[in-house]
């Protein structure tokens, strides 16, 4: 079965230049997740959806960041302008109602940026 | 209080050394706990659910104390494959009980030695 699909993997940019990250979830799930990681702050939820609405956008650290799911097999979260501090490894992943009768969440492989 | 806090390690161990882990979780009202394993430059992934009377997968056994609010790990005969980050979760519940998202500890670092 497929997982969770992202894109890019990689990806160097320069500072002010817009970022769009890509993710496709596990076909059925009908909740989304974007996370993002780096060593001091550890995952921190940036947003969620749930059948393709977002349901809580108060970890998106500011305007720049902006999110989307205009069907359920895709989403992207989007960064305009990007800065240096943005650099970190951003993972989607998706779910049935998570914790309900045990469900858990599965995450993508992520995608590494960094803000030059 | 943190949410969900864990020790981050890291912990060194020679193989075949036993070893826990503990985390300590803020909502009491928090149902759903898991372990997840993320490997360097991986995304985490599910190592095991925790259930209430406590459970186990092979080497791996995992408790849950509601009174005192944490969880624990502990790893039997320890692996070099085990090396790695692992990550303590938790649901979080939302104001009038329904569940929420999961919530991640900032993980453990384990380093097994031969």
């Known amino acids: 079965d497929a997982g969770v699909i992202q894109s890019p993997r990689h990806e160097v940019t320069e500072m002010g230049q817009e970022v769009t990250l890509r993710c496709k979830p596990i076909s059925g799930h009908d909740y989304l997740f974007w996370y993002r990681q780096t060593m001091m702050r550890g995952l921190e939820l940036l947003i969620y959806f749930n059948n393709n609405v977002p349901i809580d956008d108060s970890g998106m650290p500011e305007d720049r960041f902006s999110a989307k799911m205009p069907n359920a097999s895709f989403s992207t979260l989007k960064i305009q302008p990007s800065e240096p501090r943005d650099s970190a490894v951003y993972f989607c992943?998706?779910?049935?109602?998570?914790?309900?009768?045990?469900?858990?969440?599965?995450f993508g492989e992520g995608s590494w940026l960094t803000v030059v | 209080r943190k949410e969900v806090e864990q020790d981050p390690g890291p912990f060194n161990v020679p193989e075949g050394a036993t070893v826990a882990f503990n985390c300590t979780y803020s909502?009491?009202?928090?149902?759903?706990f898991f372990w997840y394993r993320q490997d360097c430059r991986k995304e985490p992934k599910l190592l095991m659910s925790v259930y209430s009377s406590g459970n186990e997968d092979g080497r791996f056994t995992a408790q849950l104390n509601r009174a005192s609010q944490y969880i624990s790990l502990l790893i039997r005969d320890s692996k070099l494959s085990d090396s790695a980050t692992y990550l303590c979760v938790v649901n979080r519940v939302n104001y009038g009980g329904s569940q929420g998202n999961l919530i991640f500890g900032k993980g453990t670092k384990l380093s097994v030695k031969p």
């Open positions: 909502n009491s009202a928090s149902q759903s």
């Open positions: 992943a998706s779910s049935f109602l998570p914790g309900k009768d045990g469900n858990t969440i599965y």
